[in-house]
């Protein structure tokens, strides 16, 4: 047998690949492989709690909306209706996904990753080899077909026919590059004759992910791919400014700016509407006309309006009277220095008739949530189907701000954590992000005896099964094999089984040693609580822990189904049989907290 030597260029950069790369390198590799590595620049955007990775692409002429989604990445491909959300926000310069255009500037989203899922993530920009190759002319051999040339072709009529694009423009241009490649033995492109066999490549090719790298920035085919080590990240292209078309004279524009009434209008998912006029119609007579300068507007998602003045009129309209022209505008009176939170806490007085709570609460796997702020506001999402809520609440210090896993945590949640911090803007959140995945310890659940094994072994206790003891019985001496733990305190006790019954259990505690009987069907949570009071040792079973710190009053409290157990280390133990969500595991993590998971419980 004759074994093939791998390619000496890809020893050195198998050894650089990470697994988690090498794990997403499969969702694009694809099935036949050649000789070297083509690499590709990717951008880690956030959005709702994930980090996405987005393929930046610039519409090129010909493209379609369907064409450029259908082609990239696993979002489109497994929830469609999903990834039209996410590019929506990403994409905010996007006003209409149906009218693209050439040269727009795009972030493609194609996957949610976890934090740390890929090296350099945290960066924004991550660089993966997408497909191995050795050179470009050998990966046009799949996408040319032959073609017979007939009385009266010519190659620039062939190119543009046939693969696209007008003479002298970028795709024409690269056609004429990838014909002569595949066509070495024309060496007069003018000199072509009817009845010849040549090769035409086919526009295919231009859908493939690596087809720009083909081509250097003369537009010229590349003869050899660039080792990864010589490639410098590319950073990102910036988002185009697209102005806002304008809709009637007179428009009503929406403030960049800052202050206490913007920052009112974004904590509860507003706009902040303080120049030209707004035209409110009227059942009968001319539109009311709100000069916006003097009597500022928040427009909400749901269509609501909330007036702000400083006088008991508006437009030399009483209050009352505004309000009831229309069901859905709102109009309160605020001081002229009025902070964020007074703006605030009169907007949601002003709708203190509305159906509304200032709790939330729902359960995930192992864990419970209630959370509870000063105020809540909810709003359906754009697709009808999840609400998202805004949870308001103003905080005295940066230091009592919600832990920044929580927050993202929330926010795949669709919960929008908005903390106001006194006398200073709400500041926009992006979670910390840390490289490589939660650590998590685990012990074996397989069978009882080999839970109380491995938690011994987990905890530093010393455990003997089929220890001999002795006792009297019945006035003679017997000899019986049962299980000793011992818990390092001086304090020892046997665990029974079943294997012990009546008065030789009394006998045995008799001599001064506890036992501890395991019933048959007894969990493993149950198993290691009651290890722990027989012990005599201090553990909270369900532990409660708070996102922010601060009071209870407003925050987010996070319910643990487990045993948390202290220790002389100084490191908690957190010992659970279901999974926790990866972003509470960080964190726990944070409070000083290793979480220990028990395994294959379902057969216990």
């Known amino acids: 047998m004759v074994m093939k030597q791998p390619n000496l260029f890809l020893r050195p950069l198998l050894r650089r690949i990470h697994l988690p790369v090498l794990a997403f390198i499969l969702l694009f590799l694809t099935a036949d492989t050649y000789g070297a590595m083509l690499y590709k620049n990717y951008v880690v955007r956030y959005d709702r709690g994930w980090d996405i990775l987005c393929d930046p692409y610039q519409v090129q002429q010909g493209d379609w909306v369907l064409k450029i989604f259908r082609q990239k990445g696993e979002l489109a491909h497994n929830d469609f209706r999903e990834f039209l959300g996410i590019f929506e926000r990403l994409n905010p310069h996007v006003k209409d996904i149906d009218r693209i255009r050439p040269g727009q500037v795009v972030d493609i989203p194609l996957k949610k990753l976890t934090q740390g899922a890929l090296p350099g993530q945290a960066s924004g920009v991550v660089t993966i080899p997408v497909v191995m190759i050795s050179s470009p002319k050998e990966m046009m051999e799949k996408h040319t ?4 040339i007939q009385r009266g072709d010519t190659v620039s009529t062939l190119i543009a026919n046939q693969f696209g694009g007008r003479y002298g423009n ?31 490549p086919d526009p295919s090719i231009r859908e493939q992910s690596w087809y720009s790298a083909l081509f250097d920035e003369a537009g010229n085919l590349v003869e050899q791919i660039t080792d990864a080590e010589e490639t410098e990240p590319v950073e990102p292209q910036p988002q185009p400014a697209v102005a806002p078309a304008p809709e009637m004279a007179a428009l009503p524009s929406e403030t960049a700016g800052t202050g206490p009434a913007a920052e009112a209008a974004s904590a509860i998912g507003g706009r902040l509407l303080d120049k030209g006029t707004y035209f409110f119609p009227m059942k009968q007579g001319k539109d009311f006309e709100l000069d916006l300068s003097r009597y500022p507007m928040i427009d909400l998602q749901n269509g609501s309006k909330v007036i702000l003045t400083s006088q008991d009129r508006v437009m030399n309209v009483d209050l009352p009277l505004i309000q ?30 509305e159906a509304s709570s200032n709790h939330l609460a729902f359960d995930d796997g192992g864990v419970s949530i209630k959370l509870s702020a000063k105020w809540i506001r909810t709003e359906p999402s754009a697709d009808g189907r999840v609400p998202r809520h805004s949870c308001i609440t103003p905080i005295m210090s940066a230091s009592e701000r919600t832990h920044d896993s929580i927050v993202r945590y929330l926010d795949q949640n669709d919960i929008l954590i908005k903390e106001i911090l006194s006398g200073t803007p709400e500041a926009t959140r992006r979670p910390i992000r840390t490289e490589g995945a939660a650590d998590v310890g685990s012990i074996d659940g397989t069978s009882q005896k080999a839970l109380i094994d491995s938690f011994a072994a987990l905890m530093g206790f010393h455990y003997s099964p089929n220890t001999s003891i002795s006792f009297p019985y019945a006035g003679i001496q017997v000899q019986a094999l049962s299980n000793l733990l011992s818990f390092g305190n001086g304090r020892e006790i046997l665990i029974d089984f079943g294997d012990l019954y009546g008065d030789a259990v009394n006998a045995i505690r008799g001599t001064g040693l506890e036992i501890l009987q395991i019933n048959v069907d007894a969990g493993p949570v149950e198993i290691i609580q009651r290890l722990m009071e027989t012990a005599g040792m201090a553990y909270t079973a369900s532990p409660i822990f708070y996102g922010a710190k601060r009071s209870a009053e407003f925050n987010t409290a996070i319910s643990v189904n487990g045993i948390l157990i202290p220790t002389d280390t100084g490191e908690n133990r957190l010992i659970t049989e279901k999974k926790i969500p990866e972003l509470i595991i960080t964190f726990l993590q944070d409070q000083d907290i290793k979480l220990v998971r028990i395994k294959d419980t379902a057969r216990l």
């Open 170 to 200: 970028t795709t024409y241009s690269q056609g004429l590059e990838l014909f002569k490649a595949a066509n070495p033995h024309i060496k007069d492109l003018n000199r072509i004759y009817a009845g010849q066999k040549i090769y035409m």
């Open 324 to 353: 009831s022209y229309w069901d859905n505008v709102k109009a309160v009176k605020v001081s002229d220095n009025a902070s964020s939170q007074d703006i605030l806490e009169a907007v949601f007085s002003a709708f203190s008739g």
């Open 145 to 148: 077909r032959t073609y017979t």
